[in-house]
């Protein structure tokens, strides 16, 4: 095969599985290790997925679209960052030659996306040395197109969500499923590090995080999915791609509130407050009989006094989801001067 560099044959080291890219990387590593002239990539860097299901009988729908359009802007990205040593406006030639190439299997729902490696790789010629743009052809490759990448997002996702899911039947189907071994597992730290040490690759590593989610993703919408042979089912695949509902975080709100309105027709009733420090508005529920004999009293002259704001010194028991006031318990209250608005 012809070298991803030269564009010949001779000296070329050919990397034909991703078995043999793990084993080239980590030859990299050697100080003592021959290189190669050149080196060229099987089939193996090629991203490939098959979707089954209804919809995706001898078709693809549009819903694989952003998959192959995060896989692009990685690519645009990758390169622009070698090239120029920043993400820039790449030109018009630049965009065609870099256009990934998308390959649906006559009769099913294969696809099988090519990227033009020699372009990523001649933007780094006049910058690096041989031996630093081989190490970051096979990170960018592995990581965008890698099986073992794909498997220890996966992985990362089902651990984080086994601790995040409230979900008892949930979390069954999340500890059902185990997708690294110890090698793999091992191969992949040795893989973020490197990807690390390179401004490129770490933009790689990250934008490969959003490629590899937006591939679960799309998994949703078939009954079973293949990504470069890693298996999911519909239900896998949902399970992993939604944010598991945590249980909101207690935490007392005290301060100063204006009366915005109050509530007696609810029950509990509501009372709509406004914290002047920082203008955090909150309705939090109470019931008189669980007030104190003095909160009661300041209730009822909130409700009874029509002249001008009304301001109470509040404890009331919240809790927060994603930053926000879920539900609110007013615990107690004191009367306060008025005091002036801002």
């Known amino acids: 095969m012809q070298g991803l560099l030269t564009g010949t ?7 034909t599985s991703e078995e043999d890219a793990w084993k080239f990387l980590e030859n990299l590593q050697k ?93 780094c010629i006049s910058k690096m040395t041989n031996k630093q743009i081989f190490s970051l ?38 500890e059902s499923m185990q997708f690294m071994s110890e090698q793999e597992t091992t191969r992949m730290t040795m893989l973020v590090e490197l990807a690390h040490k390179n401004e490129i690759t770490n933009d790689a ?21 293949k990504v470069n042979g890693v298996e999911l089912t519909k239900e896998q695949a949902e399970i992993l791609s939604k944010s598991p509902k945590t249980e909101p975080t207690p935490k007392q709100i005290n301060g100063v509130f204006e009366v915005l309105s109050l509530d007696w027709k609810s029950e509990p009733h509501k009372i709509s407050l406004r914290r002047v420090s920082d203008k955090l508005i909150i309705a939090p529920s109470f019931q008189l009989p669980w007030l104190s004999e003095n909160a009661k009293e300041v209730m009822k002259n909130t409700e009874w006094n029509e002249s001008g704001p009304k301001y109470l010194q509040a404890k009331i028991n919240a809790r927060f989801s994603k930053g926000k006031v879920v539900d609110a318990e007013l615990v107690d209250v004191d009367p306060i001067e008025p005091v002036k608005k801002d």
Not at 9 to 15: A, D, F, H, M
Not at 94 to 122: C, H, M, P, R, Y
Not at 148 to 167: C, G, S, W
């Open 137 to 174: 052809l096979v990170i960018i490759a592995l990581l965008f197109t890698g099986t073992v990448a794909h498997k220890d997002h996966l992985q990362n996702t089902r651990d984080i969500q086994i601790i995040k899911e409230a979900n008892e039947d949930k979390k069954a189907v999340l």
């Open 9 to 15: 044959s001779e000296n070329v080291l050919t990397l």
């Open 31 to 123: 100080e003592d290790f021959t290189l190669p002239r050149d080196i060229s990539f099987g089939d193996w860097c090629n991203l490939t997925i098959y979707l089954k299901g209804e919809k995706w009988s001898s078709s693809i729908t549009t819903s694989i679209f952003p998959v192959f359009e995060q896989l692009q802007q990685s690519v645009n990205h990758a390169y622009a960052k070698a090239k120029y040593s920043k993400k820039v406006k790449l030109t018009k030639e630049e965009k065609e030659q870099l256009e990934i190439i998308i390959k649906v299997s006559e009769g099913s729902s294969d696809t099988e996306t090519k990227i033009n490696w020699t372009a990523l790789g001649k933007a």
């Open 205 to 225: 590593l990250k934008d490969s995080s959003i490629l590899h989610k937006q591939l679960v993703k799309t998994s949703t919408k078939a009954t079973t999915s």
